[in-house]
């Protein structure tokens, strides 16, 4: 969820801006500046969405290790937040805690 607000914060800072700093008399280069733009904003977008999802994973792997050791008994707060992250992103959950930690161990 942290990620929509920052995307938020992001969206309503660019709206905010000045817009003369936007502004250019050429048409030309206007056509330009907008073809370079949209395109960058949107492949930035898109590859933080799909960023996001395996850093957290990787950030993660030490804290399977302790639950696959601990047979589940410790919950560290990073595959916490993995776990919380997979239930969130997929419909019907594909994987118990267990075996979501071993992936996350086998995979990253």
Known sequence: MDLWKTLAAIITVSISA???AWYVENP???ALT??????T???GGTTAFTMYGPSLMKKAKNDALAFIGS???IRGAQ???ASRYYRST???PLMS??????AIVVAY
């Open 79 to 81: 595959f916490e937040q």
């Open 90 to 92: 997929y419909n019907s």
């Open 34 to 39: 907008v073809t370079t733009l949209f395109p």
């Open 97 to 102: 805690d267990m075996q979501l930690a071993r």
């Open 28 to 30: 030309v280069e206007r």
């Open 41 to 43: 904003m949107i492949l």
């Open 71 to 73: 047979d589940g008994e």
């Open 18 to 20: 000045d817009v003369m």
